[in-house]
C-alpha cells in the first residue's frame, strides 16, 4: 500500500466525488475533508493517510509562472485482481479517463502483475495493481 503521498486539484468537488468513489473500492474513505482539501485513508487508521489532495491556489502558481497543477503518478495497491477492476469501474463511472485497462502487465522477477490506469479529474495518472 501507498505510504503517502500529494496531489493539487483544480476542482475540488470533482476530486472528492471521484477519489470517494475509487477510494472505497480499496478500503479507504475520505478520512478529513476541509474546505482546502481532503485526506484519503483507512477509517480505521485516520492519522496514517495514504493520499493528502490540496486546492491548487491558482493566484500562488500565476505569480510564480508556474502550471496550476502538475500531472502526479500515484500507485496503490490492492489485495486482487477484483479490487482492481471495481476500482477502474468507480473511475470511469466517476468521469476518469482510460489510461491502461484492467489487465495482466509485463514484469521482470518471479511475481506476475495486474494492474489498471486512470486519469483523475486534473489528469493525474493513478495506478491501482496486484502482485501475485
Known amino acids: 500500500m501507498l505510504q503517502q503521498s500529494h496531489i493539487m486539484a483544480r476542482d475540488l468537488e470533482a476530486a472528492r466525488k471521484f477519489y470517494s468513489a475509487t477510494a472505497r473500492t480499496l478500503g479507504l474513505a475520505l478520512i478529513d475533508v476541509r474546505e482546502d482539501g481532503f485526506l484519503v485513508g483507512r477509517p480505521s487508521d485516520a492519522s ?4 493528502q489532495v490540496k486546492a491548487a491556489c491558482a493566484e500562488a502558481r500565476a505569480a ?11 500507485a496503490i495497491e490492492a489485495p486482487d485482481d ?5 476500482f477502474y469501474r468507480g473511475a470511469m463511472e466517476l468521469g476518469g479517463g482510460q489510461l491502461g485497462y484492467p489487465a495482466p502487465q509485463p514484469t521482470q522477477g ?5 494492474a ?3 486519469a483523475d479529474p486534473d489528469g493525474n495518472c493513478i495506478e491501482c495493481g496486484w502482485r501475485h
Open 48 to 51: 496514517n493517510p495514504v493520499l
Open 110 to 114: 518471479r511475481y506476475s502483475y495486474y
Open 116 to 118: 489498471a490506469k486512470v
Open 82 to 86: 477484483f479490487t482492481v477492476r471495481a
Open 64 to 74: 510564480a509562472e508556474q502550471p496550476e497543477t502538475q500531472p502526479a503518478y500515484v
